[in-house]
């Protein structure tokens, strides 16, 4: 079993930056792609970010382009979002996710097995 957590989410005004982490523990040699996800309210989860076991293959959502970046360490087995010039759409509830199969494809929600529990992320007008 894999334990995801993240951390990293607070209350930042439009233009500035977050960065989420997401820990992974257990048996994280089963979890090879990472993907980051948001949703709010009343909506379904939005892919936001998603990078290999490598970190050469990565994919952004429209929306995260330009201004997130994805990345990871391994050997912490963490996963990072760094979130820049944040809009107060960005308000949602970010989740981390992983999948054992090691797939190259940009994955949807479904495909991912782990999921973290959440982390809050409010951008102010």
């Known amino acids: 079993q894999v334990h995801l957590v993240e951390s990293g989410g607070g209350l930042v005004q439009a233009g500035g930056s977050l960065r989420l982490s997401c820990e992974t523990s257990?048996?994280?040699?089963?979890?090879?792609?990472m993907g980051w996800f948001r949703q709010t309210p009343g909506k379904e989860r939005e892919f936001v970010a998603q990078?290999?076991?490598?970190?050469?293959?990565?994919y952004y959502a429209d929306s995260a382009k330009d201004r997130f970046t994805i990345s990871r360490d391994n050997a912490k087995n963490t996963l990072y979002l760094q979130m820049n010039s944040l809009k107060p759409e960005d308000t949602a509830v970010y989740y981390c996710?992983?999948?054992?199969?090691?797939?190259?494809?940009?994955?949807?929600?479904?495909?991912?097995?782990?999921w973290g529990q959440g982390t809050q992320v409010t951008v102010s007008s």
């Open positions: 996710a992983g999948d054992r199969l090691g797939r190259t494809r940009r994955l949807g929600p479904d495909d991912f097995g782990s």
């Open positions: 990078i290999s076991w490598t970190g050469t293959t990565r």
């Open positions: 257990g048996r994280t040699f089963n979890i090879l792609t």
